[in-house]
């Protein structure tokens, strides 16, 4: 079992900046890829960025230049920095990762989500 605990969301003007935190806890062994995603009302939940355990990252392309995502593997942490926000990036964001357990297995897991609200 693994789990994952974000935070870092909140309400911010357009043209502010914030940064979500997830850690992941639970008996990993490895974690392959990390990443988030967003739901906004009524919509799907879409891709934001991802960050494979060698570095690789993969962004939206409505976020790329603005958003720049992070991890730290010794802390099974990732980190989304947003800058430039707009009020289209107002959604629900999920951290999601996946990877292996002790003693063996594979997970994937998502957090609870974090509420974004860009104000105009």
């Known amino acids: 079992q693994v789990q994952l605990v974000e935070s870092g969301g909140g309400l911010v003007q357009a043209g502010g900046s914030l940064r979500l935190t997830c850690a992941a806890s639970g008996s990993i062994f490895s974690i392959d890829a990390m990443g988030w995603y967003r739901q906004a009302p009524g919509e799907q939940r879409e891709l934001v960025a991802t960050?494979?355990?060698?570095?690789?990252?993969n962004y939206a392309d409505s976020v790329k230049g603005r958003f720049t995502i992070s991890r730290d593997n010794a802390k099974n942490t990732v980190y989304l920095q947003m800058n430039s926000l707009k009020p289209e990036d107002t959604a629900v964001y999920y951290c999601?990762?996946?990877?292996?357990?002790?003693?063996?297995?594979?997970?994937?897991?998502w957090g609870q989500g974090t509420q974004v609200t860009v104000s105009s």
């Open positions: 999601n990762a996946v990877g292996s357990v002790w003693p063996r297995g594979n997970f994937g897991s």
């Open positions: 960050v494979a355990g060698g570095g690789r990252t």
